[in-house]
């Protein structure tokens, strides 16, 4: 039977490096694991992750760039913090480090459609071009070099990775686009939606398709209390995980009753009591690639036993 297999990684910021553990276990059981797979997705730390492996590298050295960069990446410096007020006026960490890391991980010059399969990356338009412009409205983008009337391919794989990671509050947006979590930190959905586009090859047969989410660790996070009267000043500082926490909740209940147990596996372990790693913590990267490191893997292997093939 011809199968369609999907990987699909959430954003998270720093905590991509469990993502990227995880799929170093993987393959070590299963070296396979990476090969005929149709599409990859991400948002956020999962486009980069995406990307990177288009790219050819490895999950151990995605593990070890989150490692070795992570604090140059989120590196707010005095004048930073000075100029944006603590985040009151500016975003937390300037973009400089950032791409840096992306344009050596990527290479400066490689284009989507260099890449050695397709890529879908999620990304939030705030300024989108339009013949019209009384027309104009903010959008989702979702980058790819799939075949079709809409590709992508000519795009810089570091512009559409900074693009894809310009969380708000925590970085400036990027040529107009903004962090794609804001609607799809999980991209399972959007992947799967994308298979049906007869623009880009579609649609591929149901019963052909095959989709394993990867998560980032879910911290543990509520609001306690039946009546919450809150304003600006409470909601702000919770309405980036909280909208990244549900846009990542209904895409799994979305992809689960359109494919069932048997076609679709969402992996991402639930962090433990007092470890509510923020996106941005790097002093807990060594913490995060042993707690992955953990994890039990049975019951996936044993699902891609019978459904990755």
């Not at 930073?80 to 400066?108: I, N």
């Not at 600006?232 to 500082?237: C, G, N, R, S, T």
């Not at 009753?257 to 790097?282: E, F, I, K, T, W």
């Amino acid at each position: 039977m011809a199968t369609y297999r999907i990987l699909s990684f959430d954003g998270g910021g720093l905590r991509g490096v469990v993502t990227a553990v995880l799929l170093q276990r993987l393959q070590a059981m299963r070296p396979d694991l990476l090969a005929n797979v149709a599409l990859m997705a991400g948002t956020s730390t999962g486009g980069l992750i995406a990307l990177g492996l288009r790219r050819g590298l490895a999950p151990a050295a995605l593990r070890d760039m989150y490692l070795r960069h992570g604090a140059q990446i989120f590196d707010a410096g005095l004048w930073q913090r000075v100029r944006s007020l603590g985040t009151l006026a500016g975003a937390r960490y300037p973009a400089g480090g950032r791409e840096q890391v992306l344009r050596e991980l990527l290479g400066a010059d490689t284009r989507l459609d260099q890449l050695s399969g397709p890529v879908l990356i999620t990304a939030f338009d705030l300024d989108p071009q339009a013949t019209d412009p009384a027309q104009a409205t903010w959008k989702p983008k979702l980058f790819h070099n799939l075949p079709g009337s809409d590709s992508d391919g000519v795009m810089l794989a570091w512009q559409v990775g900074m693009a894809t990671s310009a969380a708000p509050t925590y970085f400036p947006s990027f040529d107009g686009y903004v962090d794609g979590g804001v609607y799809a930190n999980n991209p399972a959905m959007c992947a799967l939606a994308q298979t049906q586009d007869p623009r880009t090859g579609g649609p591929v047969p149901w019963d052909d398709i095959r989709l394993l989410s990867l998560g980032t660790g879910i911290v543990r996070s509520v609001v306690p209390g039946q009546t919450v009267d809150w304003g600006y000043l409470q909601w702000a500082p919770k309405l980036v995980a909280l909208l990244s926490d549900g846009v990542s909740g209904i895409a799994d209940y979305q992809c689960r009753m359109m494919l069932g147990a048997g076609q679709y596996r969402r992996y991402a372990p639930l962090l433990p009591s007092g470890h509510n790693v923020a996106m941005d913590d790097v002093d807990a990267l060594p913490w995060l690639v042993e707690w992955a490191g953990s994890q039990p893997l049975q019951p996936l292997l044993d699902w891609l036993e019978e459904a990755w093939k």
